[in-house]
Nanobody, 122 residues
Framework: QVQLVESGGGSVQAGGSLRLSCAAS????????MGWFRQAPGKEREFVAG??????????SYLDSVKGRFTISRDNAKNTMYLQMNSLKPEDTAVYYC?????????????WGKGTLVTVSS
């Protein structure tokens, strides 16, 4: 089965950038949906960015508040997904989780990473 491991989190000043990586220990497929969720202290987990699987059109979507600042990408050959985060804001502070959906359409989440903490200070 697929295991997901995030890396790249850290502490940055507002306006800074980070790139998160999600490495899969097992193989993933182009048909899998892949994406990122986050959970801030005292808040519910929310969808940040993701791609539906190839069978679902490979559609990329973003949380409204990160549009224009975050970019999701994946390298199927390297079994790695990335989240480039630019112009970070304090409200982006959260634990970020890599996620994958085997069905490819975000009906549910089949695999979760353990999370990586992003802290943005003003």
């Amino acid at each position: 089965q697929v295991q997901l491991v995030e890396s790249g989190g850290g502490s940055v000043q507002a306006g800074g950038s980070l790139r998160l990586s999600c490495a899969a220990s097992g193989r993933t497929f182009s048909s899998y949906a892949m994406g990122w969720f986050r959970q801030a202290p005292g808040k519910e987990r929310e969808f940040v960015a993701g791609m539906t699987g190839s069978r679902s059109g490979g559609i990329i979507s973003y949380l409204d508040s990160v549009k224009g600042r975050f970019t999701i990408s994946r390298d199927n050959a390297k079994n790695t997904m990335y989240l480039q985060m630019n112009s970070l804001k304090p409200e982006d502070t959260a634990v970020y989780y890599c996620a994958a959906d085997q069905r490819g359409n975000w009906h549910d989440v089949d695999y979760w990473g353990k999370g990586t903490l992003v802290t943005v200070s003003s």
